[in-house]
């Protein structure tokens, strides 16, 4: 019995490792029965949804720009002396007529101007004289002239234009309106020299051809002045100022 339980051990060893080593051959995928290396399941892909496009916007930039009034402003002067685009009064429309008024005005944005004190300000008291910018008198006011006026008529023409206030000039209401104003433009014509010509040249028509009138300037030249009457007659309308240049304006 002792022979055979030692020649059945080192079978026993034996065993056990061809048993190990087959279950490894087995585990390693190298068997007959085997099985395939498995895939990888395949994902599931997922709808991203509606493609959205977005566009960008640029920022706007900060305006810039100065205003147009600001040019009319002189930087750093007194306030009181300010042209009127470049403040904002509370007027007071029940003022009396001709009368000393007082406002109270502030500087319009970009405007900088300082008071007596040379001390910065931005509200400040305007003293000016009640009346509406139509009432100032005609220095106060530029008008826009005409070409198609005779200024010299009985009685003297008028024509409607607009008018606009001078800067510097403070008033109520709108500062741009319209009025009938003079004929009163000028073609270059000298009323000093017509008049020398009605003297010495008259009887031929010299002033009126002077003056543009070519029928009348005839009308003497063949009639010798109208044999001296219509001669004194020029000359005294001529100086008197009633005969003036064909095209309607002023003598200088």
């Known amino acids: 019995?002792?022979?055979?339980?030692?020649?059945?051990?080192?079978?026993?060893?034996?065993?056990?490792?061809?048993?190990?080593?087959?279950?490894?051959?087995?585990?390693?995928?190298?068997?007959?029965?085997?099985?395939?290396?498995?895939?990888?399941?395949?994902?599931?892909?997922?709808?991203?949804?509606?493609t959205r496009t977005f566009t960008a916007v640029p920022r706007a930039e900060e305006s810039t720009d100065i205003p147009p009034y600001?040019?009319?402003?002189?930087?750093?002067?007194?306030?009181?002396?300010?042209?009127?685009?470049?403040?904002?009064?509370?007027?007071?429309?029940?003022?009396?007529?001709?009368?000393?008024?007082?406002?109270?005005?502030?500087?319009?944005?970009?405007?900088?101007?300082?008071?007596?004190?040379?001390?910065?300000?931005?509200?400040?008291?305007?003293?000016?004289?009640?009346?509406?910018?139509?009432?100032?008198?005609?220095?106060?006011?530029?008008c826009v002239s005409s070409s198609n006026c005779r200024a010299v008529s009985c009685p003297r023409q008028r024509y409607a234009t607009n008018c606009t206030v001078r800067d510097h000039i403070h008033c109520l209401g709108n500062r741009t309106f319209l009025k009938m104003v003079y004929c009163n433009w000028t073609g270059g014509y000298k009323w000093s020299t017509a008049l020398a010509l009605s003297i010495t040249l008259g009887g031929f028509g010299a002033d009126r051809f002077y003056l543009g009138q070519w029928r009348e300037g005839l009308g003497k030249l063949f009639s010798f002045g109208g044999l001296g009457i219509w001669t004194l007659i020029d000359v005294l309308l001529i100086g008197v100022g009633y005969v003036g240049p064909a095209d309607g304006s002023l003598y200088i």
């Open 70 to 142: 600001v040019m009319k402003c002189p930087s750093n002067g007194l306030c009181s002396r300010l042209p009127a685009d470049c403040i904002d009064c509370k007027t007071n429309f029940s003022c009396v007529y001709g009368k000393p008024v007082t406002f109270d005005c502030t500087v319009k944005p970009s405007v900088t101007c300082v008071d007596p004190d040379f001390k910065s300000q931005k509200s400040f008291v305007l003293n000016m004289t009640c009346r509406f910018c139509w009432q100032l008198p005609e220095a106060d006011y530029e």
């Open 1 to 50: 019995m002792a022979p055979a339980v030692v020649l059945l051990r080192p079978l026993c060893r034996l065993c056990r490792v061809v048993l190990f080593l087959s279950q490894f051959y087995i585990l390693s995928g190298g068997g007959s029965f085997s099985e395939e290396p498995s895939q990888p399941l395949p994902q599931a892909i997922k709808d991203p949804g509606p």
